[in-house]
């Protein structure tokens, strides 16, 4: 079964540094979405796309992270500067569509670790 | 938030043995779905339940749903060791149309 692919696996960086993020979908799915799971909790989204657009970024924090998905393919969440607050994991994952009726499949991560 | 809340936190059941996780959740849904997260991995959909359905059935695992009182159950049925994971439940929220994750009910199968 096609897989959502994130790179990298594991990212360690220092505060005030900028960080980057990078997701391939599955081939046809139209809809993306980034979330940050923190240790012990469950994913939060951060950013939904539909094709190359934002549909909702209300809980991304917009002085500091940004997300793109320019040709409505593969997608790149970027940090700068990061802070000790952002340590998480970064998880990607699409979805044919946007419906409800869509499960969505998820990529391995990006763990990330702030200094 | 429509965020739904797992319980129990944590189980641990011996291999073999039947396993059950309750979540509930506040408003109203169009459909809840379950996840499964190994250890340092991403999640896995296990089942997705309409609204309009009462239980659900995929190989091992039983899903039911009462809206009336806004809860779901998972139940996994003679588990194994490769069953120990993180289980999710997500209610998909009819008025902003997104899924909301609780912390999880982390389940260890013991050999």
């Known amino acids: 079964e096609a897989e959502v692919a994130q790179s990298p696996r594991y990212k360690i960086t220092e505060k005030s540094q900028a960080v980057a993020f990078w997701c391939d979908p599955i081939s046809g799915h139209a809809t993306l979405y980034w979330y940050r799971q923190i240790l012990g909790q469950g994913p939060e989204l951060l950013v939904q796309f539909q094709d190359e657009s934002v549909v909702d970024d209300s809980q991304l924090p917009k002085d500091r992270f940004s997300a793109e998905r320019l040709k409505g393919v593969d997608s790149t969440l970027k940090i700068q500067p990061a802070e000790l607050g952002d340590s998480a994991m970064y998880l990607c994952?699409?979805?044919?569509?946007?419906?409800?009726?869509?499960?969505?499949?998820f990529g391995d991560g990006t763990r990330l670790s702030i200094l | 938030s429509q965020q739904g809340e797992e319980d129990p936190q944590a189980l641990s059941i011996q291999e073999g043995e039947n396993a059950t996780m309750n979540c509930s959740y506040k408003t109203s849904i169009n459909n809840l779905q379950w996840y499964r997260q190994n250890s340092g991995r991403g999640l896995v959909h296990l089942i997705l339940i309409r609204s309009n359905e009462r239980e659900k059935h995929s190989g091992r695992l039983r899903v039911t749903l009462d809206t009336s009182k806004k809860s779901s159950s998972l139940l996994i049925t003679a588990s194994r060791a490769a069953d120990t994971a993180s289980y999710f439940c997500?209610?998909?929220?009819?008025?902003?149309?997104?899924?909301?994750f609780g912390t999880g009910t982390r389940l260890t199968i013991i050999p």
């Open positions: 997500a209610p998909f929220d009819f008025g902003n149309e997104k899924l909301t």
């Open positions: 994952a699409s979805s044919v569509g946007p419906g409800s009726n869509q499960p969505q499949h």
